[in-house]
């Protein structure tokens, strides 16, 4: 009677070792899927931000750096920001051109104004951010 009882208890603890491990393995592949889910979100993100970004800046190369023209083209507004004319475009989260309240992501062109030197070219800057979130990416344009 005494070695079946050892026998059951042996088996018990050899199953809760493996329930043990599986567990753990569970929890690092969970990890894993997380970071992978994030990591593809963000690279996602990025891309369709550069793609946007080129388009814009495309356009703002195309209509000489007219601020108002691109914002028209592109679905967004031209607004004034601190004394400067710039182009406010808003995406949904599927990145397509949307409005203000359904708004994901924002990508706006600033107008510096015309640069000094026998080039004159208008230089701006353009960025696109999350609007729950912090910038994607940024870099200066210019139009002749």
Do not use: H
Not at 79 to 91: F, K, Q, R, T
Not at 110 to 133: R, Y
């Amino acid at each position: 009677m005494n070695s079946s009882r050892s026998r059951s208890t042996l088996f018990l603890m050899e199953q809760l070792i493996v329930v043990a491990t599986f567990a753990v393995c569970a929890a690092a592949c969970i990890k894993i899927l997380t970071a992978s889910y994030f990591m593809a979100t963000e690279t996602r993100d990025t891309s369709n931000a550069i793609r946007a970004a080129e388009s814009s800046a495309e356009c703002y190369k195309a209509v000489s750096g007219d601020i108002e023209m691109t914002a028209r083209i592109m679905g967004g507004v031209a607004v004034n920001i601190d004394g400067s004319a710039a182009a406010v475009i808003y995406y949904d989260k599927d990145w397509r051109v949307s409005g203000e309240q359904d708004a994901a992501y924002l990508l706006r062109i600033t107008d510096d104004g015309p640069a000094a030197g026998p080039a004159a070219l208008s230089s701006g800057s353009l960025s696109v951010e999350k609007l729950n979130g912090g910038e994607i990416l940024a870099f200066p344009v210019a139009a002749r």
